[in-house]
């Protein structure tokens, strides 16, 4: 499922900065997921932000008729690709206290 892409992928994410670092002191892993850009099975052109927030494309799809689909798992049709800075609350009205000037 979803949910169940998303937790590998930031698990991955995670594990990475780890190997990356070679520490797993949480300052410095927060900092090296946040450098480091989110590509894999479940978000393209993916970032984490100051917030924590992590924010990628989203998809705005329709589902295929049967007479559409070409195999079990052609289920959906893509209409559009929205980029992230769209997708998600803009950084500057974050109410977090993790964002400088909160």
């Not at 594990?15 to 090296?32: F, H, P």
């Not at 007479?67 to 980029?83: C, F, G, N, Q, V």
Request: charged share 25%; glycine share 6%; hydrophobic share 35%.
């Amino acid at each position: 499922t979803m949910v169940h892409a998303g937790i590998y992928s930031s698990a991955m994410q995670y594990l990475n900065a780890v190997k990356e670092t070679g520490s797993d002191k949480a300052s410095d892993v927060r900092k090296q997921m946040m450098a480091t850009p989110i590509n894999d099975m479940f978000a393209k052109n993916g970032t984490i932000r100051e917030d924590g927030r992590m924010v990628h494309d989203m998809y705005l799809a329709e589902v295929k008729t049967p007479a559409e689909s070409e195999s079990e798992w052609d289920l959906y049709e893509i209409l559009r690709t929205i980029p992230g800075d769209e997708a998600y609350r803009p950084l500057s009205e974050s109410k977090c206290s993790l964002v400088s000037g909160n």
